[in-house]
């Protein structure tokens, strides 16, 4: 496999900035895997502090253990600016990978 489709297949499937660092474009690299990785970071993070305020609230009784009390309030905290927050962050994410994969293709065109 020539290295130029390895750098796709790898900005494709694993992490978008991958493949520049594979065809030894460092600050490439660099800026679009801070980013990718800091994107990713809060949108988890975002996540996890929803799980846990719903855990903290089947463990002090306000809700029953059941799935469908877990997910009325799952889709409550889906509403209002944490809404907002994953959505923008999502849509970022999407775009930086996007980003990579336009431009790891133009340098593979390039490197050709």
């Known amino acids: 496999m020539k290295?130029?489709?390895?750098?796709v297949l790898v900005t494709a499937f694993v992490l978008?900035?991958?493949g520049h660092y594979l065809l030894k474009?460092?600050?490439?690299?660099?800026?679009?895997?801070g980013a990718?990785?800091?994107?990713?970071y809060i949108?988890?993070?975002?996540?996890?502090?929803r799980a846990l305020v719903i855990s903290d609230k089947i463990i002090k009784g306000e809700i029953q253990p059941d799935l469908i009390g877990i997910t009325q309030l799952a889709s409550?905290?889906?509403?209002?600016?944490?809404?907002?927050?994953?959505?923008?962050v999502t849509t970022a994410l999407?775009?930086?990978w996007v980003v990579a994969l336009l431009d790891i293709f133009r340098v593979s065109?390039?490197?050709r």
């Not at 990718?36 to 990713?40: G, H, P, Q, R």
């Not at 600016?81 to 994953?86: E, K, P, V, Y």
């Open 109 to 111: 065109w390039l490197v």
């Open 3 to 7: 290295k130029t489709s390895k750098a």
């Open 94 to 96: 999407v775009a930086v």
């Open 43 to 49: 949108l988890i993070s975002t996540v996890i502090e």
């Open 25 to 33: 474009r460092y600050i490439s690299a660099v800026i679009l895997i």
């Open 36 to 40: 990718s990785l800091t994107l990713s």
């Open 16 to 18: 978008p900035g991958l």
């Open 76 to 88: 409550d905290s889906s509403t209002g600016d944490g809404a907002n927050l994953m959505g923008y």
